[in-house]
């Protein structure tokens, strides 16, 4: 057995390099003679722009160029680009409205931190102190920042052309038959519910490094992404006017990026363009401050949603309508995340014969909202989870039995019945029956009576969520053996951003050559290297790789036994490799006569033809992927304070094939962590001029580890049987099904007081306030 194979909990390999400061991010890199660029924003969330003297900045101590809106459109400068506007119609089958995001704004600033000029020094001190020499005349126009207010005719219209604030108004599924269902039922339940904004806040602050080679007219760029790939063909093909080739993306370490260090943001290009043409390196690094306005953010939707149940409490049909802010713009993928994104993920895990979901997009004079952790998917799981919740109490059952009469059966999978979703397999029972055990959900009510004797009140709340991992493209892997050093170099189109990739990969190269980890050497983010990759993000990277990675071995280790058997004096066709008994050798069957893997890449070396021993791989993959499981969580609140504590929370999860437990469960923590953080606090809220509220962690609540209980997480292996390996993806899951766990549990806790639901996030104050509000009916 391989030592580092798939399946067990080992070490990550990455971790020491980065926890003792040997990391290396963008902010650590520096080019030789390299100038640093500041980017002048916008104070105001809606105005004209008039004029901008530069003047003074200009004469500033080491300023070496200013660059408007005006200096863009002469250099030809390009835009942001959205191609998920292109995926989008409305309901009558007509194009949405698309808006065009200049590199520098151009007459008009949509939010604040909108960019209106690029001051380059040659210190970043000279460049921030002359921006405050650079004077515009705005002309403030009104401005809209709330999400269901942009939708009324009367607000301020932020796209003058479009006649409205409406991006664009689409649907999904049969409306007339759940027109149908909700004729025939004999309960129904409604619910309004917020899904608030929030600022990602990754560690490491965006940052750019451009690098120009007028020798070969050919751009290289440093940055902290999510897939070199991508960002390289987005900034080539839209911002930029070049060919790809042109381009070469290099991201090393990246400190979290939670689906906003995926896209291509104005400061990449602009830091391109400006070492072009000063024949210089250009640098820029955000500060926390850039982050918060220009980062983008996530959620913010406001929901109508309703669901029918027959007399067995059985479900007739579903309901969902939204107004989602898509921002001032839209953004890379923004216009995608509420539609489809979560296609049909609003019926869960449920047995739904019609489903009906209508969004209405709209823009608001706010940072661009688009992907965030799980993108689309935990709101549509907060959607159906919150109905159930809420349609079990007041149907008179169980939350978990009327679950339970509604689960897609696992006998029924694969299942191909729409709107239900194409579950391969699953156990959904299963996992729910295992949770309600770990959790001691039979025990509550003693506990509920216990914590009442101590003046405090006790809530219990379930969720069920279920992820569809992202499917329909390609990924790309090359394996290199270097014998003189004794090490296989594997690189991949993925990206790392602290999900643990490079020991997985490690892993797999492991378990598939029969090495030791030590012998392997893992490559990430350089678009030169390989001809294309799928990037980090939908919670692919695992079955996406290790298609990969299997594919490049195999063309290495084909390559291998054709030297092998000239070496060993036999049939190519007798020559096995014997890597997954942990013996890296080529071997004739049957025999003990072998050559080493390093012996045989030496042997390559001296072929012209070959020069090194080495793969090449790629894999597709056409069928999503379906994580699912079952969350519970366990609250108490002091009824005198607000104060509340989550007692326990509970998660049995199904990620198919697990290749690394100790990797998945720090998967599972952060994404429960990163769900409850929006439940319990985070907030990007803004006020009625546009101007962001909490703009810093002085106002904007973070999750502490104090914040947070000792997860009781488990898991039913139940393989998938749309890749090789089973896996089903694990790096969104605990978002996906955190929020409603935690929401549930606290409006169970609010019964006395009659509450019936309540929006995130739920602080202490807004606690307090419903119980001083409902201490009366509470005492009856």
């Known amino acids: 057995m391989v030592k580092f194979g798939v399946g067990q909990s080992v070490q990550r390999v990455e971790d020491e390099r980065l926890v003792t400061g040997h990391g290396r991010y963008t902010g650590d890199i520096s080019l030789e003679g390299q100038a640093y660029a500041f980017m002048v924003r916008s104070p105001y969330a809606h105005a004209k722009i008039g004029n901008i003297d530069t003047e003074d900045a200009k004469a500033a101590p080491g300023v070496l160029a200013i660059y408007t809106g005006e200096d ?27 808006t065009t995001r200049h590199l520098i704004a151009q007459d008009r600033v949509r939010y604040v931190g909108d960019t209106v000029a690029v001051v380059v020094a040659e210190t970043p001190d000279q460049a921030r102190d002359a921006a405050e020499f650079i004077m515009v005349d705005y002309d403030d126009l009104p401005a809209v920042a709330d999400t269901e207010g942009a939708a009324d005719p009367s607000s301020p219209v932020i796209w003058e052309e479009n006649g409205s604030n409406i991006a664009y108004d689409w649907d999904l599924g049969d409306e007339a038959a759940v027109n149908e269902g909700f004729d025939k039922a004999h309960h129904v339940t409604k619910l309004r519910l917020i899904n608030n904004r929030i600022v990602v806040n990754a560690m490491e602050p965006r940052a750019a490094l451009g690098e120009y080679d007028a020798s070969r007219d050919h751009y290289t760029l440093y940055t902290g992404c999510q897939g070199v790939h991508g960002l390289r063909n987005f900034i080539a093909s839209y911002s930029l006017g070049i060919d790809p080739t042109q381009l070469r993306v290099v991201s090393d370490d990246v400190g979290g990026g939670f689906g906003m260090k995926t896209f291509n943001y104005a400061e990449y290009p602009l830091v391109l363009f400006a070492a072009k043409q000063l024949g210089r390196p250009v640098k820029w690094v955000a500060d926390r401050s850039d982050s918060f ?18 007399a067995d409490g059985k479900i007739l049909g579903l309901r969902v309508e939204t107004i989602a802010n898509l921002g001032a713009y839209q953004g890379q993928f923004g216009p995608f995340i ?65 679950r339970r009469r509604n689960f897609v059966p696992s006998d029924m999978m694969p299942i191909d019945q729409k709107p239900v979703l194409p579950f391969d397999s699953g156990d959904f029972d299963r996992n729910l029956s295992d949770a309600l055990a770990h959790s001691e959900y039979d025990g509550f009510e003693a506990r509920r009576a216990q914590a009442a004797s101590e003046g405090k009140l006790r809530g219990i709340g379930i969720s069920y969520y279920v992820e569809r991992t992202a499917a329909g493209m390609s990924d790309y892997a090359r394996v290199a053996v270097d014998p003189e050093a004794g090490t296989v170099h594997v690189w991949t189109g993925q990206q790392t951003n602290g999900q643990g990739h490079e020991t997985v990969w490690t892993q797999l190269i492991c378990q598939r050559l029969g090495l030791d980890a030590e012998k392997v050497k893992i490559h990430l983010g350089d678009s030169d290297v390989l001809p294309g990759g799928a990037g980090t993000g939908g919670s692919k990277a695992v079955y996406m790789v290790s298609g990969a990675i299997s594919s490049a071995s195999d063309d290495l280790i084909d390559k291998g036994r054709e030297i092998a058997a000239n070496e060993l004096e036999a049939a190519k066709a007798d020559i096995e490799y014997r890597g ?82 100790l990797i998945v469960a720090g998967q599972v923590h952060g994404g429960i962590a990163q769900g409850l953080g929006q439940a319990m606090g985070e907030l990007a809220k803004y006020d009625e001029n546009g101007q962001l509220m909490t703009g810093s962690f002085m106002d904007y609540w973070m999750p502490r580890a104090d914040d947070m209980p000792s997860f009781d997480i488990s898991w039913n292996e139940i393989p998938s049987r749309s890749n090789a390996l089973g896996v089903k993806g694990a790096g969104e899951a605990g978002t996906v099904g955190a929020p409603a766990a935690f929401i549930n549990a606290i409006i169970d806790a609010l019964k006395p007081y009659g509450v019936e639901a309540i929006d995130m996030p739920v602080t202490p104050l807004k606690l307090w306030e419903i119980i001083q509000a409902g201490g009366a009916k509470a005492a009856e």
């Open 72 to 98: 863009a459109k002469a250099a030809g400068l390009g835009i942001i680009g959205s191609p998920a506007a292109d995926m989008i119609k409305n309901r009558d089958g007509s194009d949405i409205y698309k």
């Open 293 to 310: 306005i220009t980062d983008t953010q996530g959620r913010d939707h406001v929901t109508e949603a309703e669901i029918a149940l027959d």
């Open 338 to 402: 509420p539609t489809l994104a979560p296609r049909g993920m609003h019926v869960g895990v449920y047995m739904v014969p019609a489903l009906y979901n209508r969004v209405r997009a709209v823009y608001t004079n706010t940072t661009p909202v688009d992907a965030y952790r799980g993108a689309g998917r935990p709101e549509a799981s907060y959607v159906i989870e919150r109905l159930m919740e809420k349609a079990a109490k007041e149907f008179g059952v169980a939350p978990a039995e009327l």
């Open 580 to 661: 997954e008994y942990g013996e890296p050798v080529f071997a004739v069957a049957g025999t003990d006569k072998s050559i080493d893997l390093f012996d045989v890449a030496r042997k390559a070396s001296t072929q012209a033809d070959l020069g090194e021993l080495s793969g090449d791989g790629e894999y597709s993959q056409k069928e999503n992927t379906f994580p699912n499981g079952a969350h519970i969580c366990e609250v108490e609140i002091d009824a005198d304070t607000g104060r509340y504590r989550i007692v326990k929370f509970t998660a049995v999860d199904d990620f198919g094939q697990i290749l690394n437990p």
